[in-house]
């Protein structure tokens, strides 16, 4: 048995996602583009977001809510000790942040069996753009808009 995603429109091609059920149904794991993602049933990815030093980020949508968010697997997050400490850092400030500036954790996705648990899967709103690709881009700052930023991360 395996479950379809139709992902992407647009510009993304229209791909389908083949996922396998696991664990009797509750989990579904996903090869998004060379990554493999074990995710609950209700959340089915729609495209590949980008890639970091600490993880992999995979547009989804929650086919509970309809909400778009995005999935970010941190693989073998407790390899080393500063991994583990970076990861655990990101969610005990993003739990306790809440403005509009800043991403929003929506869930921490358990993993289906304790005795294997190596990546850690964090839930986020979907956004738009990040400050990287805002900063790379051709378009011209405002200074207003420079002035702005630091007054968002405080």
């Known amino acids: 048995m395996s479950v379809e995603s139709s992902c992407g429109s647009g510009d993304h091609g229209g791909h389908n996602i083949k996922g396998v059920p696991t664990h009797g149904g509750k989990y579904v794991q996903y090869n998004v583009y060379g990554s493999l993602f074990e995710v609950p049933r209700k959340y089915v990815p729609l495209r590949p977001v980008g890639r970091g030093a600490c993880g992999f980020v995979c547009a989804a949508v929650n086919s509970e809510t309809h909400e778009k968010v995005a999935i970010k ?5 407790f390899d080393n000790r500063i991994d583990a ?3 655990l850092r990101e969610i005990k400030l993003l739990r ?3 403005h509009d500036n800043v991403i ?3 869930d921490i996705i358990r993993p289906p069996q304790k ?3 190596n990546d850690v899967y964090i839930v986020y709103e979907l956004m738009d753009t990040d400050l990287h ?3 790379r881009s051709n ?3 405002a200074d207003d808009r420079c002035r702005v930023w630091p007054h968002f991360l405080t």
């Open 115 to 117: 005795e294997n648990f």
């Open 96 to 98: 306790h942040m809440d």
């Open 73 to 77: 697997k941190i693989g073998n997050a």
């Open 104 to 106: 929003a954790i929506k």
């Open 85 to 87: 400490k970076r990861t």
């Open 133 to 135: 690709r805002i900063i």
């Open 139 to 141: 378009q011209p700052l």
